[in-house]
């Protein structure tokens, strides 16, 4: 028999509509590696390492057992997994953030000098960041033109799960991630919880599938009822996009016709498109303002400062739409994404702190904390990033609480101070009776910080340079 060749999985846990996978197994036995990098895990929060672990833990399972794990730069691993086992090629999706590119580079430059194959195709998105442009080559800076030129690269169909001959191998167990997680806090962070999310969703190809399976039932009203944090709405599908549990290729072909809920849920996919394109261009853009101008804008980072994020973090500010989002994060490791916004803008535009911490944050408890999505939704909320998203768009947490939670069940669910309010709309409760219901009066007057935001952003506004 030949020698085997490798399946280098990455944020691709899955076996159905995996063209990389396909393509190794057309070849013959496979060996099956996933590479724990302890310097990428570091930074990674419990809740996202723990979800990690149990996304490989499936896929596992799926494959019989034979999926091997090692630890180590994979830069040194995986040439060397190819040379104990005379492995010709090494098969991988490709990968789109700025350390991944990189760290793809290397370990093709050195299977290349030991005259092994580093074999690359598909990619976590259904059109390749790069390939949308405009007629002059430049990337697209507005999702809406976006969008139209990247609908027209649609339409390919996804892949069954391919027959594969998996070659069995020794390695260490996924909760070995888990162990290597959470050894480098940023230092505003301080004492905030740091326990994997209690009722984190579930993981895994098959849980996938069940869950695209429930939103497709319900996808036509989703358009009338996207925004509303209280109703089982959303497609809950971000954790299975982010490690390639599912491929956003076989989403699209589940909610495909012609209701505006499927239009609308289209939309979606087409941002998480957008975004991973622009961090493809902009590799900086992780961590710096797209528009250059707002490097200045003031914002405060003394122990006020951190102590207003840690009351944000923890769910304590005395806003309970903001309150709620917040204590669901760290519950669910998930978040409603109408609240998302909100609970974003309030810690840039009302506590006047860095996006950059709120990001952390978020990536630090996230199961879906995929970097482009994460990042640029930021800098939209921000006003520092892509599309007509000003910085004087400021969302007030009390109107929106009166518009998308009106009934307060959604508040109610995740701030249990305010169950026993009897209040048809908690946004409009009075000071006295919240604190009377246990719950704490608001940390700030938001008009006042609203007037505070505004300010600030009149010392940098100027002609943004192209």
Known sequence: MSNPVIFWFRRDLRLADNPALSAAARTGAVVALFVIDPELVAPVGPTRAAYVAASLSALNESIGGNLVIRVGDPRV?????????????????????????????????ALGAAGRAFVTSDSPYVVEPGTVRQASGAPYRVYGAFRRVWETHLGAAPLAAPEVDWVPLDGVTPAFLVELAARR??????DLPDEPASDAPPAGERAGDATLERFVARVD????????????????????????????????????????????????????????????????????????????????????????????ARGETGFALVD??????????????????????????????????GASWFLWRLVDG??????HGWQWVAGTGTDAAPFHRIFSPTRQAERFDPRGRYVRRYVPELAGVAQSDLARVDVETLVASGYRAPMIDAGVERREALSRFAEIRRPVTP
């Open 370 to 375: 995929d970097v482009a999505s994460n990042q």
């Open 221 to 312: 009203h989703y358009d009338e009822q996207r925004d509303q944090p209280d109703l089982d709405a959303t497609s809950r599908l971000s954790p299975f996009l982010h490690v390639g549990a599912l491929h956003p290729r076989t989403v699209l072909a589940a909610v495909d016709g012609p209701s505006a809920g499927r239009a609308a849920f289209r939309a979606e996919i087409g941002w998480r498109e957008f975004y991973a394109d622009v961090l493809s261009h902009r590799p900086d853009s992780a961590w710096r303002p797209l528009q250059s101008r707002f490097d200045a804008l003031r914002v405060d980072r003394d122990a006020a400062a951190v102590e207003r994020f840690q009351a944000w």
């Open 185 to 190: 806090r940023p230092r505003y962070f301080l």
């Open 77 to 109: 691993v995986v040439p060397a997994v190819a040379s104990a086992l005379g492995a010709r090629s090494v098969y991988v999706s490709g990968d789109w953030t700025p350390r991944s590119r990189e760290r793809d580079r290397d370990v093709a430059a």
């Open 324 to 357: 709620a989002g917040m204590r669901q994060l760290l519950r669910e490791g998930w978040m409603h994404n109408r609240v998302r916004m909100v609970t974003a803008s309030f810690l840039v535009k009302h506590l006047h702190v860095d996006w950059r911490w």
